[in-house]
């Protein structure tokens, strides 16, 4: 069973706009989690990482935001630009083996003009 | 330019037939990874590696073999493949796995076995 599920499954903004993507895990204990982006045929590209201990962490438009208490995570896209259309990969690593990673199905986002 | 790079990018072959998709990186990184990305299922690793000669099983390993004989290349063997084995594949690498360090993952490899 996944440990990291990703809503919504696929997402269609218009350019300019804001969108938040949603992450929940069920991996115990927990290290950190990372987003990434990933453009069509190419590799993920890695946005931010979090601790446990952190609850917001930026990168440019984008914000990641954490709540470990309750095994949620956002990924807050601002001003979306048509660049922005890309798969975004929500990943968690356990706490007692950070090679360990689990990996959601990702949300593919389309920015339309 | 620091980077990961896999060859082949794209590959046809047929079952049975032994194939080897090379990985590479030029950071001097401990740790790489092969994973397989599937529709709807999300990136799933395969292999990873702590370090030279060092190697354990990720989550999919059934059917795959994996080296680690010099840090900087990490190949992704398939003795026999299966058409079940159709993927997309990728490599990555970190400097090592912990809360900081990011993975950098190479471009994919995307196999068909028919």
């Known amino acids: 069973k996944n440990q990291v599920e990703q809503s919504p499954q696929s997402l269609i903004i218009l350019e300019g706009k804001n969108c938040t993507l949603q992450c929940n895990y069920t991996v115990s204990p927990f290290s950190n989690l990372r987003w990434y982006k990933q453009d069509t045929g190419r590799g993920p590209v890695s946005l931010t990482i979090?601790?446990?201990?952190?609850n917001t962490k930026s990168n440019g438009r984008y914000t990641a935001t954490l709540d470990a208490d309750t095994k949620q995570s956002s990924l807050h896209i601002t001003a979306s630009q048509l660049s922005d259309s890309a798969s975004y990969i929500c990943v968690v690593s356990e706490g007692s083996n950070d090679y360990k990673l689990s990996f959601g199905a990702g949300t593919t986002v389309t920015v339309r003009a | 330019e620091a980077q990961v790079t896999q060859n082949p990018r794209y590959l046809i072959t047929v079952t049975g037939k032994k194939l080897t998709v090379t990985c590479s990186q030029n950071m001097n990184h401990e740790y790489m990874s092969w994973y397989r990305q599937d529709p709807g299922l999300g990136l799933r690793q395969i292999y990873y590696s702590m370090n030279v000669e060092v190697t354990d099983k990720g989550d999919v390993p059934e059917g795959y073999k994996v080296s680690r004989k010099e840090k900087r290349n990490f190949p992704l063997i398939l003795e026999s493949p299966s058409p079940n084995q159709t993927s997309l594949y990728f490599c990555a690498s970190s400097l090592r796995i912990s809360s900081y360090n990011e993975q950098f993952f190479g471009p994919g490899t995307r196999l068909t076995v028919l």
């Open positions: 979090m601790t446990f201990s952190e």
